[in-house]
């Protein structure tokens, strides 16, 4: 079974037990820092997956590593642990994630620009694509590209909204191209 497959499966039993309990907003904030832990500590993952240490053992540096967060995250962490899928602790977290913007009616978009948008120009990103996808809220990260040239690209899960300089010189290269053929 594929990694995704399995890393949904138990983002989907995270979510349902986060609303059953009415826990969504702290699973969530506690899986970030869970996937900020695995992301910048690459010698827990490591250490995780060395076969000569015990389960007993890792299992109590999860609980040092995460103590304070809540209790079924650490409880996810260990049942990962004792069936060795520790390594797809950032998919779950980022299926969680998603699963819990849909249940609200967020997207994420990442805005590609030449410089770093202003409030004003956020705002008005954020009314025009939460109509076009509506939704209710748009979360923006902006990442600033000087290789667009000017204008904007804007990715929402797998759409792309190009209005990049750099893609319309393309274009009319390829269309020069073409006419010269």
């Known amino acids: ?47 995780l997956a060395h076969p000569s240490v015990g389960n007993e053992k890792k299992q109590q540096v999860l609980d040092k590593a995460f103590d304070g967060l809540h209790v079924d995250v650490l409880h996810t962490l260990k049942l990962l642990l004792e069936r060795g899928r520790t390594g797809i602790v950032s998919s779950i977290v980022d299926d969680f994630i998603q699963l819990v913007n849909d249940k609200k009616g967020i997207a994420e978009a990442k805005v590609y620009s030449v410089r770093e948008l202003s409030a004003l120009e956020r705002d008005k990103l954020k009314q025009t694509f939460a109509k076009r996808f509506n939704k209710k809220d ?44």
């Open 138 to 181: 748009i979360h923006l990260i902006n990442i600033v590209d000087p290789e667009i040239l000017g204008g904007i690209k804007v990715q929402v899960g797998n759409t792309i909204f190009d209005g990049s300089l750099k893609r319309k010189l393309k274009r009319m290269e390829r269309d020069i191209i073409s006419a010269n053929n």
């Open 1 to 47: 079974m594929s990694k995704n497959i399995v890393a949904k499966r138990y983002a989907d039993a995270l979510f349902q037990l986060g609303e059953e309990k009415n826990t969504l907003e702290t699973l969530k904030n506690d899986l970030i820092v869970v996937k900020e832990v695995f992301s910048n500590n690459k010698q827990l993952d490591t250490f």
